[in-house]
């Protein structure tokens, strides 16, 4: 994963674009947006199991059809659970922890599980976030089976703007893009402000196995401490942001 993605991919959830779907009337009576992001989010928090796949797709917003860089990633979701694999990284969030395994690295993040972890991180379910950041949120029909949402921030945000297309029966998304400012590269040649897509497919209501879920792959404890299996053997543990000792189990 090159540097730009890992500085986009905080982001990733939300995305956007500056082109309106103009002569399209507003499907949702204003003030009622926020009722459509929170429907959306509970669709990937509440499910039973699902899985989908993403791609990331990365440009300057002046050659917006010049893709620089691409990666893909697969999610599955599980009664509170939930598993990715997005390029060299793989999360979980198990019955105990939210981890992070970054093969390329070679390091192992454990936290503490939060109950409020979601899959999705939308900050404008934030209500500081709000108020400091967006200036509209609007909801149009672009045909019978599929609704838009289009943000669009203050001048002060790092964002520029942000669209998510979703199934208006389900609520999942189908696609998504937003504009961010590239504080990366923001000296380098172009824009300096990138535009970002992702393509959701291969849905599925499948029951998915527990051992995707599974934190024992990673880590174990023995007595009072949290130690690595011996697959990681080598890999740096990082607890609740903490450097830890690295030995691998015995």
């Known amino acids: 994963m090159t540097t730009k993605m890992k500085t986009i991919l905080p982001y990733f959830v939300l995305f956007l674009s500056s082109l309106p779907f103009l002569g399209m009337a507003q499907e949702v009576p204003k003030g009622l947006e926020m009722a459509e992001i929170m429907k959306i989010s509970d669709a990937y928090r509440t499910a039973a199991d699902l899985s989908f796949d993403l791609r990331f797709t990365y440009a300057d917003s002046a050659t917006a059809n010049n893709i620089e860089e691409q990666l893909d990633a697969h999610y599955k979701i599980h009664e509170g659970k939930y598993w990715s694999l997005v390029d060299s990284v793989e999360f979980l969030q198990g019955g105990q922890y939210n981890m992070a395994v970054n093969y390329r690295d070679s390091v192992v993040v454990v936290n503490n599980r939060q109950e409020s972890t979601q899959v999705l991180q939308l900050p404008f379910l934030d209500s500081?976030?709000?108020?400091?950041?967006?200036?509209s949120l609007n909801v149009t029909r672009i045909n019978d089976s599929t609704r838009s949402l289009l943000i669009l921030f203050n001048a002060g945000s790092p964002y520029h703007s942000y669209e998510i297309q979703y199934d208006v029966v389900s609520y999942r998304i189908r696609?998504?893009?937003?504009?961010?400012?590239?504080?990366?590269?923001?000296?380098?040649?172009?824009?300096s402000?990138?535009?970002?897509?992702?393509?959701?497919?291969?849905?599925?209501?499948?029951?998915?196995?527990?051992?995707?879920?599974?934190?024992?792959?990673?880590?174990?404890?023995?007595?009072?401490?949290?130690?690595?299996?011996?697959?990681?053997?080598?890999?740096?543990?990082?607890?609740?942001?903490?450097?830890?000792?690295?030995?691998?189990?015995?």
Do not use: P
């Not at 499948?206 to 690595?228: G, M």
């Open 128 to 135: 500081l976030f709000n108020e400091a950041n967006v200036a």
């Open 175 to 191: 696609q998504a893009k937003y504009y961010l400012t590239d504080v990366v590269n923001s000296h380098s040649s172009g824009s």
């Open 193 to 250: 402000v990138v535009a970002v897509s992702m393509q959701f497919s291969n849905y599925s209501d499948e029951v998915i196995n527990e051992t995707y879920f599974n934190e024992r792959k990673f880590v174990y404890r023995d007595a009072d401490k949290i130690k690595l299996q011996n697959a990681y053997t080598g890999f740096k543990l990082v607890l609740n942001g903490e450097v830890v000792e690295t030995t691998a189990q015995d």
